[in-house]
């Protein structure tokens, strides 16, 4: 069943790099992650680490509004412990979805993601118009679950989007499918910068 959701929800967005072993570091981020979970407000989380970049991590959770947000960094000031395991590459940003959808399967049940990041000093509005016809060329192809796309609330320039499939080799045929990757083309021309990365999820210790 096909979803739309544009709500009031915001969602922090943060990069990693692993600044030890692997298996340490994502022991340490997941128990960041779900420290979070256990927060009033929240909604959903995605952590990935990037398939091509070994130990490069996304970390994203959403939450129902800003204070519920700001209330658990609060409390995280004041319990170091909890804390992220390292400083977010380029200091993370709020975001909030300008355009989310779901085709029959949640980004939680993803087995592998596309992780699109952007800046974007033209016109906003054809990249989210690209964005969009990236994704529905995605619709009706098997496995393909859903995406997001996310707007930074303090700098409007820079976007995050998710694509998600619940099969990573499904991913992979899309990814190298023609018509895809025409689309991606168009989105590239309308940003300044552009990088479209796979996703590993991480929902558990290794």
Do not use: I
């Not at 790099?17 to 960041?32: I, K, M, Q, S």
């Not at 709020?94 to 087995?111: D, F, N, Y």
């Not at 998710?162 to 018509?179: E, F, I, K, Q, Y």
Request: hydrophobic content about 40%; charged content about 25%.
């Amino acid at each position: 069943m096909l979803q739309r959701d544009t709500g009031p929800r915001v969602t922090a967005v943060g990069c990693f790099n692993a600044t030890g072993p692997a298996a340490v570091f994502e022991r340490d981020l997941l128990a960041y992650a779900l420290h979070r979970e256990a927060c009033k407000g929240f909604v959903l989380r995605v952590t990935v680490e990037l398939v091509d970049r070994p130990g490069a991590y996304v970390h994203l959770d959403q939450w129902e509004g800003l204070d519920a947000l700001v209330r658990t960094g609060q409390d995280e000031d004041r319990r170091p412990a909890v804390r992220p395991p390292a400083d977010p590459l380029g200091g993370g940003c709020l975001t909030v979805s300008v355009g989310r959808v779901v085709v029959g399967s949640p980004v939680q049940e993803a087995l592998r993601l596309l992780v699109v990041q952007a800046r974007v000093s033209g016109e906003t509005s054809r990249f989210e118009q690209d964005f969009g016809a990236l994704a529905g060329q995605c619709v009706h192809d098997e496995g393909f679950g859903g995406s997001d796309l996310l707007r930074s609330v303090t700098d409007p320039q820079r976007y995050t989007g998710l694509l998600w499939w619940r099969d990573p080799a499904a991913c992979d045929r899309t990814l190298a499918a023609d018509g895809f990757l025409q689309r991606h083309g168009d989105l590239a021309r309308s940003a300044d910068a552009l990088s479209a990365e796979r996703g590993r999820p991480l929902r558990g210790a290794r």
